[in-house]
């Protein structure tokens, strides 16, 4: 739950003990001032207590519905890297020919990879919003993008897929974080191509307005829903169709991008026809995004 969700939460509870409080330290008066019968003060005040205990309910099983997501999530993304790094780390034990050997090394040097990557991105919830952690510089976003689909160059070819990009014509350099929006940009770019079928289509085009840089990536993908939509920036939130797709996901890329944005003054937000019409990602950042 976020900070804010939390204080208007409070304050909302606050008010109905105050209202209650208020409902029967007057109870005879109100009756007496409106006319109203003398059960109604007290079974209101009882109606509305029960909503307070309902409401205290969904809030504490959310949050070990939360709990149990998290460390389902953990248990999995750590769990499979580390299999993989003993099983290879015993088969070196055995005489095996030396390609083989170096293909096993290969194999252990990606998995710890894959650890410390995933250490990086909860280090990085921490890391995101400090504003001391954050060094702007003038930088081409035509750069980022091409130092991101290097990365995913491989996944491109693998699937297949009818990868655009715009030729970014006239965009001027922006004021901006270059490691953090380069997050931002590989998480929309890895986003597109995992929850995109096999052959099937993604553009990146970039526009500048007046005032403001937008960049978007759209898909043919699996697309999103309505309530997918309202969720899908919260922390460790993931879809069930997401989910399926590519079970080693965290729920925690969109969420951190979304607090990146905020501390360049921009946004990030997204757009779908519904599920398997494919959907849009937009980054939009103004030209002058450091204060």
Not at 184 to 213: F, M, Q, R, S
Not at 261 to 290: C, N, Q, V, W
Request: hydrophobic share 40%.
């Amino acid at each position: 739950m976020s900070k804010t969700r939390q204080v208007v939460e409070g304050i909302f509870f606050t008010l109905c003990l105050l209202g209650i409080s208020f409902l029967l330290l007057n109870d005879a008066e109100l009756s007496a001032r409106y006319g109203f019968p003398n059960y109604f003060l007290p079974a209101l005040s009882f109606v509305i207590i029960l909503y307070i205990g309902y409401r205290f309910i969904l809030i504490y099983n959310n949050l070990n519905d939360l709990e149990h997501e998290f460390t389902s999530i953990v248990n999995h993304v750590f769990r499979t890297p580390i299999t993989s790094i003993s099983w290879y780390a015993k088969e070196l034990e055995k005489e095996l020919p030396r390609e083989e050997k170096l293909l096993y090394l290969q194999n252990i040097e990606n998995s710890t990879g894959k650890i410390l990557s995933i250490v990086d991105l909860f280090a990085g919830v921490k890391s995101i919003r400090d504003k001391s952690g954050y060094f702007f510089e003038a930088i081409s976003i035509r750069e980022i993008v091409e130092k991101s689909l290097a990365k995913y160059r491989e996944e491109i070819n693998k699937k297949n897929l009818n990868f655009k990009v715009s030729t970014f014509s006239d965009i001027p350099l922006l004021t901006i974080d270059l490691k953090k929006i380069g997050f931002v940009v590989d998480t929309l770019i890895e986003n597109a191509i995992l929850y995109t079928p096999k052959d099937g289509k993604v553009l990146v085009e970039c526009i500048a307005g007046p005032k403001k840089l937008t960049l978007y990536v759209s898909d043919t993908g699996i697309g999103l829903g309505f309530f997918e939509r309202m969720r899908l920036f919260t922390r460790f939130y993931r879809g069930k169709r997401a989910r399926l797709a590519n079970p080693d996901g965290m729920g925690l890329r969109l969420y951190l991008s979304r607090e990146i944005m905020a501390r360049h003054k921009g946004k990030i937000y997204a757009k779908s026809k519904g599920e398997d019409r494919g959907a849009t990602f937009f980054l939009e950042l103004p030209y002058s995004s450091h204060k």
